[in-house]
């Protein structure tokens, strides 16, 4: 069985390339490319050294002892939340910015929903000097005030979305139409591994050294490379992807993505996309996306915003269609709970989405020798007034 893509840009039924003909020069320009400079020596020797030096790579691999003890089994956390930035993605768009470097270009546009791929975005723009053009839902650019400066700070041009829903998927349209008028001098970050061939591969690659570190870190720590259960939340899927990357031909290693359930997957405000989800398309690629009988996608919830996303990437939709890979989904208050047991037992706030993770250990049965890696993909600082409103602090 093959889990990653073939030539034509596909996860088994999922995958491709599903864009307006104005868009196809900009994606086959990237399809063209995209493994040619990645490949290349000079530019993993860049990528390395940024990644060491400027994100503060390899993250630790923590044996959390107390968790361990309450769940009776070894608990690694995968700290991604002690990145510059605080999550992994910056892998991602430190990656992607040295790419388009390659190709020429001198403008990035991204979009953003809750702002964190924003953020990540203009930080590597202010790092290498480049333009940057963020867009973003009226609705969230309120929502979000903190992000939206944090942007502006970095020297990004923030275009409010103001069609639809004026959310996510609107910034989105923007965005896309930015690309088509501005093929030449513009590369598109996209934050996840979504959207058209080659973006959930690349941003893949970026990510997989989550896995590759583990890998080593788990080699010394344990004496094996193999862990039993690897752990990783999934709103888009990129942390999971770069958790799974290199377990994924280790078929004894169990692969469990946790989905955001929102207030329960039956209660109409969930975004658990396998349970819900049926076969589509959404954002260039064919995968699992939440859709009413007539196509139309669903609008969804969770109180994490990194998880709040109809869609799962396609090599998700793969690993779920052919059960490589397990998926379970946890709730709002269940999240949140997880939270604060892992702040008050390892003295570490996690990111709500990162929590969603944690939570599902609490659904598990171990019998004392387990190895588990659980990657804490960010840390809480952005959750804070959530946290407080929840728990009264
Ligand atoms: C954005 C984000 C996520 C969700 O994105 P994926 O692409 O599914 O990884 C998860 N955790 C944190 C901390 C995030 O910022």
Redesign the pocket.
């Known amino acids: 069985m093959n889990y990653f893509v073939n030539e034509k840009g596909y996860y088994g039924d999922f995958g491709g390339a599903y864009i307006p003909e104005m868009l196809y020069p900009n994606v086959e320009e990237l399809r063209q490319n995209y493994l040619k400079i990645i490949n290349d020596a000079d530019f993993q020797k860049e990528f390395h050294a940024l990644l060491k030096d400027y994100v503060g790579r390899p993250s630790p691999l923590y044996l959390a002892k107390r968790l361990s003890k309450k769940y009776n089994a070894h608990i690694f956390l995968k700290r991604e939340d002690l990145n510059h930035t605080g999550?992994?993605?910056i892998n991602n768009t430190i990656g992607q910015i040295l790419l388009a470097e390659k190709l020429g270009k001198k403008r990035i546009i991204a979009e953003t929903g809750a702002g964190?791929?924003g953020v990540a975005t203009a930080t590597v723009c202010a790092l290498r000097g480049l333009e940057c053009v963020i867009y973003m839902g009226e609705v969230d650019i309120q929502r979000q005030a903190p992000n939206v400066a944090r942007m502006k700070m970095l020297g990004a041009t923030v275009i409010s979305a103001v069609s639809g829903s004026k959310t996510l998927k609107d910034a989105t349209n923007e965005a896309m139409r930015d690309w088509i008028n501005n093929p030449v001098d513009t590369h598109y970050i996209i934050g996840?591994?979504v959207g058209p061939h080659p973006y959930p591969d690349m941003v893949s690659i970026f990510q997989s050294v989550i896995s590759e570190e583990t890998k080593k870190q788990l080699m010394e720590q344990t004496g094996s490379d193999q862990p039993d259960y690897v752990l990783a939340?999934?709103?888009?899927?990129?942390?999971?992807m770069g958790m799974f990357y290199h377990f994924i031909g280790d078929e004894n290693v169990k692969l469990i993505a946790v989905e955001a359930a929102g207030k329960g997957v039956s209660s109409g405000f969930s975004a658990a996309t396998t349970f819900l989800g049926k076969e589509g398309v959404l954002h260039g690629s064919r995968s699992i996306l939440m859709q009413t009988a007539d196509g139309q996608v669903v609008e969804p919830h969770s109180v994490s915003a990194?998880?709040d996303y109809p869609g799962i990437g396609p090599q998700h939709a793969h690993l779920f269609k052919t059960t490589r890979a397990q998926y379970a989904s946890i709730t709002d208050e269940e999240s949140l709970e997880a939270g604060l047991l892992c702040t008050q037992m390892e003295g570490i706030i996690p990111?709500i989405?990162?929590a969603h993770a944690l939570a599902y250990l609490e659904k598990m049965e171990f019998t004392g020798n387990e190895n588990v890696v659980v990657c804490l993909?960010?840390r809480g600082d952005k959750d804070m007034q959530t946290y407080m409103n929840y728990f009264g602090f």
């Open positions: 999550a992994h993605k964190q791929h996840s591994v939340c999934v709103g888009g899927g990129s942390n999971a990194g998880l990111a989405e990162s993909s960010g």
